[in-house]
């Protein structure tokens, strides 16, 4: 059971929430735990489909954002993230297993999106004081000032979900998956 309330349906959620969630229920088939908990506080929920929208329409392709989301819920010990993004990255993104398991280790068998995950996982490591050679690396591997700024905002949204789950103790309402280590 969650530490915080998670409203039981869209509708018991705060008037202000609701729309929101609706768009999601749309775009998911439901409104996962996650986005009802935000949904607590609508300036928060607000916030973070505004960031995600915005990133998704950014230069990252969608199976690399959910190699970063693997890499930084399994380095941040996030239960409920890595269910998530394990099922979205399987379904919607079309990891394979192996890749899965990669990501889950902060690597991916894809060269370029190797960069993109081993700097991901650098910035989460660092709290953002990367190496020169850090950055020099994702750059080698073909990413732009742009792409790069992208990769730390999934990082920073990734860490907020990830902390917000483990404040809360989210219920899992995806196939659950077991956290192999924590950063």
Known sequence: MS????????????????????????????APNLFRLAAQSPAALEGYLGIFG????????????????????????CDYCLAAHTYL???????SPEEIAANREG??????????????VAVATARGHVSDADLAAVH??????????EIVQHVALNVWTNYLNSVAETEIDFPAVTIAKAG
């Open 140 to 149: 080698a591997a073909g990413y732009d000032d742009a792409q790069v700024i």
């Open 89 to 95: 990255g399987t379904k919607l993104a079309k990891l």
């Open 3 to 30: 530490r915080i309330t998670i409203p039981a349906t869209i509708e018991a959620a705060p008037v202000a929430s609701q729309t929101a969630l609706r768009q999601v229920e749309k775009q998911l088939g439901s």
């Open 107 to 120: 690597r991916s068998t894809d060269a370029k999106a190797d960069a993109a995950v081993r700097f991901a």
């Open 54 to 77: 915005a990133l998704g329409k950014g230069q990252l392709p969608a199976p690399t954002r959910e190699r970063i989301a693997l890499a930084i819920a399994e380095y941040n010990g």
